[in-house]
C-alpha cells in the first residue's frame, strides 16, 4: 500500500504561485502513476493533472500552461507547481496513486484511484 501526504497549500493572491508537494510512503512508487485533483464546495472532484510511470504528462484543459506536474522518484515525491492561479482555482487539492503498466498514460479517472493523500487546502482570494 502506498501512503500519501500532500503540503504547500495555503492563501495566495490572484495571479500568484503555489507549489504542492506529494510524498508517498509504502509500495513501490516508481511503479505508480501519480495524479492531482481538485475539488471545491459543492463541485464534483475534477482532474487536474497526471504523471505516469514513464513519465508521461497530462493536464487538464482548465489548467494547461498555469500549472506543471513532476515526480522525483528518488525522493518518492511528486510535485504540482501552479502559477497565474485565479479565484476559480480555489479548492482541495489531492494527489493519488495507482499501480500502473508502464505504458499506461490515461490516468484521468479519479476512480481508478485506490491510493489517496488528505488533501491541502489551495484559496486564492485577494
Known amino acids: 500500500q502506498v501512503q500519501l501526504v500532500e503540503s504547500g497549500g495555503g492563501l495566495v493572491q490572484p495571479g500568484g504561485s503555489l507549489r504542492l508537494s506529494c510524498a508517498a510512503s509504502g509500495g513501490a512508487f516508481s511503479r505508480h502513476a501519480v495524479g492531482w485533483f481538485r475539488q471545491a464546495l459543492g463541485k464534483e472532484r475534477e482532474f487536474v493533472a497526471s504523471?505516469?510511470?514513464?513519465?508521461?504528462?497530462d493536464y487538464a484543459d482548465s489548467m494547461k500552461g498555469r500549472v506543471t506536474i513532476s515526480r522525483d522518484n528518488a525522493k518518492r515525491k511528486v510535485y504540482l507547481q501552479m502559477t497565474s492561479l485565479k479565484p476559480d482555482d480555489t479548492a482541495v487539492y489531492s494527489c493519488a496513486a495507482r499501480h500502473t503498466i508502464l505504458t499506461a498514460h490515461d490516468n484521468r479517472d479519479y476512480t481508478d484511484y485506490p491510493y489517496w493523500g488528505q488533501g491541502t487546502q489551495v484559496t486564492v482570494s485577494s
Open positions: 504523471i505516469s510511470r514513464s513519465g508521461n504528462l
